[in-house]
């Protein structure tokens, strides 16, 4: 199993462009989380989804939008990149809801907005 | 929410020494407790976890504590060694609500 993988590793924006993450899994975990990590904050959850065709917002959902067509897949959009979306980007996914199993990561992407 | 604070944000110590890092929560509902290792440049990865049922838990050189009453628990590695250097995060959730993790400690092993 390749687990779950993010591209691309590594993307410079300019302020005002869209991107889309993309993320898949291969262990036919129901859930999908996508998390922004920002030097000495931890990680902090932007989106999730329970199922396909189900998602719903985290902590820090504002300039970002995702969708769930299958179980595999969970791209993450930036729509109008502005500095402050300048982070490290992980999806992660698990076989059961956060409160009752841990979270498998994929590599990250790493985004630069200037 | 969930608010997890975790202490300290960096920790240094000799190899052969233990090191400790301890986080605390204030939702009451949280009933599972996970820590996560993250190498410089890599992903998360789960290390240890422990659920509010059981008051510790111990894997080889890793083991973690649970205070229910107090709301904290603490990651202790003994033995350390330079491979363990990394940073460590903390986190709370249940079932109703999302995972929130503590700012992290960076731990450096001294050979």
């Known amino acids: 199993n390749a687990g779950v993988t993010q591209t691309p590793k590594f993307r410079i924006l300019k302020i005002g462009q869209s991107m889309t993450l993309q993320c898949t899994q291969d262990?036919?975990?129901?859930?999908m989380y996508w998390y922004r990590q920002d030097p000495g904050m931890g990680l902090k959850l932007i989106y999730y989804?329970?199922?396909?065709?189900?998602?719903d917002k985290g902590e820090v959902p504002n300039g970002y939008n995702v969708s769930r067509s299958t179980t595999e897949d969970f791209p993450l959009r930036l729509e109008l990149a502005a500095p402050s979306q300048t982070s490290v980007y992980f999806c992660?996914?698990?076989?059961?809801?956060?409160?009752?199993?841990?979270?498998?990561f994929g590599n990250g992407t790493r985004l630069t907005v200037t | 929410g969930e608010n997890v604070e975790q202490h300290p944000s960096t920790l240094s110590v000799q190899e052969g020494d233990s090191a400790v890092i301890k986080c605390t929560y204030s939702?009451?509902?949280?009933?599972?407790f996970p820590w996560y290792k993250q190498e410089l440049g890599k992903r998360p990865q789960l290390i240890i976890d422990?659920?509010?049922?059981?008051g510790e838990k111990k894997d080889q050189r890793i083991a973690v504590t649970l205070n229910k009453t107090a709301k904290h628990f603490s990651l202790h590695i003994t033995e350390t060694q330079p491979e363990d250097s990394a940073v460590y995060f903390c986190?709370?959730?249940?079932?109703?609500?999302?995972?929130?993790f503590g700012a992290g400690t960076r731990l450096t092993v001294k050979p």
């Open positions: 939702d009451s509902a949280s009933n599972y």
């Open positions: 986190a709370a959730s249940n079932p109703d609500n999302d995972m929130r």
């Open positions: 992660a996914s698990s076989y059961s809801r956060q409160g009752e199993s841990p979270l498998h």
């Open positions: 422990i659920r509010s049922n059981v």
């Open positions: 262990m036919n975990h129901n859930y």
């Open positions: 989804s329970v199922g396909a065709g189900i998602t």
